[in-house]
């Protein structure tokens, strides 16, 4: 069972998994070798020490590795620090990654099957055909369930390029509904693959950065490459739909100024634009909310890329009322 | 029966009923005084002449009147004129607007029906009180069932700010619920009265235009300065709520540049400048596409104010799905 | 006889009034529950202890109170500290604000005057009345002689409202009078009124921010419900009048991107936005100039906001000449 | 006397002076030589011919010249035109510019003479050295007396220029005495000189347009550039004097975007700044007013460099009180 | 032999080819049917009309066909017309699209060579590869020697994309050598395919425009495609040399603003992206100078892209030195 | 010979020379004075201390002062310290500023040459003479020889203002020889003065920064008002020569918000400015690659007035073909 470093306190003995963050050797006043590790997991990070049998342990393991390490939790200079006795690398297949990263509350297996219900449904057999190939991707399909849908603005944790493109889904799903003339099987496919350049624009293996093809390209022009590729496959798909298809990809942040080399055209890439950004803005400013608001006030600390502060009503919980009552009235109009 | 500009021909005889847009009095070369018109109605204008009996008819109609006139329309310079026998003021009570101004295609009766019955739904006492109050106010609620929603962009007919309103409580009502934690009440309350100033920033009575007060306060503050004149009948109003209420009025605009004094700082503020935008935007782009289409095009003419073209792609019919299909799952989740 | 902060010396014995700014006990180790305080006012602060009897003074006062202390200024490490014997809250009536807070170096009555005699020269007798029943209102002028303008870019000092509104109504008087056909009588009105939303939106009695109301609404927004509410005792105010003069205070900011959601569009409105905007960056560059020039420089420090340097011409002093010469050859004219 | 171009009618014979804005000759269907002429004056153009002796006349004026003309006006398809018999050139010393380009409606010696007396009350030795080598400058003088202040935003006729800047000077006297520690002499200085690369930016012998130089290099350098030259004259002129002087010139835009390679860095450019945009501005737009209010309207048609309408209020002249009562009392204090 | 429509005169009979830009048929007076018809040519365009044989000739041709026409020119309401006696449709391949299309004024294969001759000294193996599969596929070098580079701001003409392409890569050339550390072989590569999505964006063998794709995807997107395209039959193409390479496809904008969804970000990006805009600049300056300068002046029309006037010096020609002299001199070093 | 700071280790003698950054006097526990020095070169710097003998050596140097030091570097508080028992001022003829500042790797002597001979090409015979004007003007060439080219974005180093215009005209001699029609000798004139205001805006006698001429008027009024002074002297220069060759000089930055007052005209000013701007970004971007590379690393860091990061391609040195040959082969055409 994983001991989260945030519930280590001096004197215990830790049996535990972490991820290995930095490594290197020192040597001790009375001139033997040590090596100092930088321990991590979710809840924090604390400094690691192998005073013994150094040796013996150098060489199994490196920075970026996870660990299972033995050991007691001793205090100094006022920080707790580990002191190794046992320590080997362990494969990912051994450890949680939500032991080690912020990770989506919901259950990732629901989410890609009710992702996968909504692909069932696409009538057009060119979307369908082609939303079925990434779904059969299998090594796609691992990396789209495990993605961040960003960095640190939202959805920042693993399975939230999952979790966003589910919500982005079923906005679009009852938004589109609302409008007459809106083609469905398109909007649903671009919402599905408007943001899958992600599972390439991110690295988010060991921690959450952009990998160099995410910096050079972007994951708009990484997603359209993936698209394309696909398409290929399918010999027959309509050109002028595989247009407008990359078109609302191209064109789904809304502005020049956002990164879309292109402004949506077509009302569906309109829609798709407003619910994204809707989706992504909401995410992020409930998430920003939930760390930020300091005891006694009702005020976020200030948002840096947003260049604002946010509130949160003090009335919201007693006003609040039923939203069934509303559901049930609507959907029997 | 109304008899429209664009169907009269050459020869015809003429009874029907005309908006006056321009009035004159000229002189033949013969030496009569005769008087020259500016006849318009939906559909069109043409120009109308009176070259007897002027003295009887001069002082009984005025510019801006609505008229009933019998006569002929022959062909003077390539374009068709009403040589007027007959003409007599008539009341609005008589005419009706739809026959002169573009009116909503949906019925005005329904719509608002539609918006009183979610308002019977809110339980917050206050929000609901001071709703009733608006619905109870008979002269703002007739402006508010004839007010087009802008001058040209979007829901630019008369009940178009009923139409636009109503579809963007339904909106808020649908999305709000895909999320925790928002304030219904407060949604759909600020929904409701985001736009109510636009029944005096535009008059509609005879063209639309942006009348004084429009141009010098705009409908965001006329529409704060309407809801604190309603608060204030309701003495125990809590401040924080006048507060937010008004909070999400003034920031529906979402940024500086587009008129809005302060950015959405709530999350109810944030989702209604959304939906707001996107249902003003769908609008408008939809009626543009309707009348700048050009044959054999799927490309609209440039819009002036988005500054690009728009593009309707030659798919959408064929490949259209039911839209029944998705919703029923969806409901079902 | 107040005791400023940054005059206490090493073993001073202490007798004077602070503002607590902080407050918590510990525990010695020994064993003994004590207080710690941080005190605070107009030069500066410093710690404070309550050794002894703690449980006499404990429940006596709270943070954001003022205090009367007796003690002893000791030194603990590098830092004097206030070991304090005996203190007890003292009433905002028996304090001078200005000890505390940055205040106005002029004098708050006789500014008032000037401006009450600017009012009684008012000719519109609507005008006049409006103006004359926020100068009945008490609560109001309380408020309105001690707010400061701004939380740091200018005139931000306990009665800094005043000072700017009293120096934009003389910049207002001698500037109109240079152009012909401008409405005195409405530009001094709206320039007395143009910031009086800001005694709401700056919070200011035991630091400056900004409200919650300030921050949703803002201080345009407050002024005009202000407005309105006294508007409202006046049931005969002219339509028209009402409008433009709510019109000059929307657009006193100038620019959709100052907040203005509406920019000036009358030559009365143009003038107060040029005077306004001069009158505020005039101060707030003399202040910061006589805080942030270094000696030995004749540049300030960079200035945020602005975001540029300033410079103090070294031959100011040298060169100027008689204000007055000038002064009494133009009023001759 | 000047025969006006808007005051003829048919059958009128003229004997007048006008402008030869076009000249070329043609041939009649019976094979004669005649000369097309276009004449304008302030009020209007018409076209003029020359039927007879045309051999007499075509060597004697050229396009641009000033001409004496006696003449016949006919009709000719529908429009005046007038039938020359004889024609001469005259030259610019016998003709008023007033009868043939836009004109303050001041005097302007007596505008020279104000502007002189207070170059004389400047006490700093060095300035008031600096503006006289400039009133000695009789080819400058003469210019400085003529241009106008821009092409068509504000001042835009004769004398505009002399006008803008005494208008401009004489609200940095009043405004300069509203602050303590400004340096009158500077910013008097730079008032009256800080427009004066006008005089060859722009060309208006016989249209408004900008120079070669005027456009390559604008009037803020051609200004720098003379004064320049000027204080060459003047060996002891003081460094920083005449850097913080170029300065004001320099900054005097205000805004990198409106055309000023530096922002106002020192108090008495801040103001410069602000009291010439408010001044350009506030002439522009009564101007603008008087020109393009419609009858019925209180507002003005589109103004395009202001991208905005502007309002005249109703009730302006009713509730005007006298400005000599406001002035009267300030002056007292 | 092609006859110019701008050379046709009264009475001249006619035998030449002419593209049909509109054709409608019509009914004459006396109730025969006949053909109206727009011809234009590079020169201009004029009416055409078919009055005899109508039945034989109105299957044979549509618009946006080039015909061979005989017939006579008549003057008709002041413009010309002509009367066609045979028309008949003839095969692009045998008119020359020089003769309809604005065209490049160099020889293009010559240019199409030396580009080749660059090609095949690029030493990187895997860029070579990647530009001879492009210049051994037939259908892309048909299209790329003949596209325009833009539709009018520069090298807007038939062949305008390969002058830009060349003039490009010898600019790169040049200006490489100059700096130390840059890969030529990237920067070659990038600058030949910068812009060959061009051949899709426009369409330009009827007129020239924006195809579908052009405008709803953009050149950049569409070059990036196709460079895709071909990389992938290149199965061993490095990874970080395919991402490079796109990242100056794609960079080379230079800003959002101007559509480029990454900024630069390597040495070779930044260079590309000024020597492709100063490439443009220039020969879209150069080509607007020769057709928008009118006689007497130095200044351009106004250019509505770029927002000012450009200004032909007038001592160009006599202070010209021999180019040669320099570039002699240069090259020794 | 100088020793670096950054070569001094514990109980090294030094005998030195370095910079005096800051001086200050001090008392010892036991009562006597003492000085406290801070010592720069351009590798570092360090604290002096003098102990004795006080008396003798505080009046003979100050801050700002070169000074020769012989003493022992001791360590203090885990600083090194030099305790200096002599030392005394020496002129700036006495060192080489490259010991202390940041310097061109390239020779100044042999750059400067470089430039001359460029300059004896230059067939127009004014602007011949200009050049040599300044050429002949020691103390103009002294300045222009030692001056950075800026602070810090660009050629941040002594002679890099000079390596920055001499790589200039190299690169407007190849790219001007590309296109026809263009003036080559005002197009290099313009580019060897270019920046020539910076020997004065800039100070860099003692550390890298504006002076107060640089920040109130800028290089570029600088730089013109230089040229006009030698231009007087040269009484038949041309006025249109004169204009456009100041057009070039104010244009060069491109842009009104890059602090140019005029947006360039000429095709000169438009090449002139892409290249200088090429060259300060191309210098700019691989001097901060040197130095910000980390490594394991292909990113730069943050680059804060570029806002964004740069990245070295990884295969930069082995894919590199010889410049070479394409030289040669492109200067055959």
Redesign the interface.
């Known amino acids: 069972m994983k001991t989260y470093i945030n519930e280590i306190k001096e004197n215990d003995n830790v049996d535990s998994s972490f991820l290995v963050k930095e490594k290197s050797s020192g040597i001790t006043k009375t001139g033997n070798a040590y090596l100092k590790l930088k321990l991590v997991d979710r809840s924090g990070e604390m400094e690691g020490r192998i005073w013994t049998s150094v040796e013996n342990f150098t060489g199994t393991f490196d920075k970026d590795d996870f660990v299972h390490a033995m050991g007691k939790a001793v205090s100094f200079q006022e920080h707790l620090q580990l002191n190794i006795n046992r320590i080997e690398k362990v494969g990912e297949e051994q450890i949680l990654f939500s032991d080690f990263f912020p990770t989506t509350e919901r259950d990732v297996g629901e989410m890609f099957q009710?992702l996968s219900?909504v692909i069932d449904?696409?009538?057009?057999p060119y979307l369908s055909k082609l939303l079925h190939l990434f779904w059969e991707d299998e090594s796609f399909v691992k990396l789209f369930k495990m993605a961040p849908a960003s960095k640190w603005v939202h959805h920042n944790y693993l399975g939230g390029l999952l979790e966003h493109t589910l919500?982005l889904v079923?906005?679009v799903?009852?938004?589109?509904?609302?409008?007459?003339?809106l083609?469905?099987?398109?909007l649903?496919t671009a919402s599905i693959l408007h943001d899958l350049g992600k599972v390439e624009e991110l690295s988010y293996h060991r921690s959450f950065d952009y990998s160099?093809?995410g910096?050079?390209?972007?994951h708009?022009?990484l997603g359209?490459?993936k698209v394309?590729d696909k398409i290929r496959q399918l010999p027959d798909f309509?050109k002028?739909?595989s247009?407008?298809l990359?078109?609302l990809l191209?064109s789904h942040h809304g502005q020049?100024?956002?990164?879309?080399?292109?402004?949506p055209?077509?009302?569906?890439a309109?829609?798709l634009h407003?619910?994204d950004?809707?989706d992504a803005?909401?995410n992020g400013?409930?998430q920003f909310?939930r760390k930020q608001v300091q005891e006694g006030s009702?005020?976020t600390a200030y948002h840096r890329t947003f260049e604002?502060?946010?509130?949160?009503?003090?009335?919201?919980v007693d006003?609040?009322?039923s939203?069934n009552?509303?559901?049930t009235?609507?959907?029997e109009?």
Request: a negative charge; zero cysteines; hydrophobic letters at 45%.
């Open positions: 009710s219900e449904r696409i009538k057009n919500s079923q906005l799903l009852i938004n589109a509904a609302h409008y007459d003339g083609n469905l099987d398109l649903v160099d093809e910096r050079l390209l972007g708009i022009i359209i490459q394309e309509p002028e739909l247009t407008v990359k078109h191209l020049y100024m956002w990164g879309s080399p292109k402004r055209m077509t009302l569906e309109v829609m407003f619910l950004d809707m803005k909401m400013i409930q909310m009702r005020w604002q502060y946010f509130y949160l009503p003090g009335f919201s006003m609040q009322v939203d009552m509303y559901e009235e609507i959907t109009e």
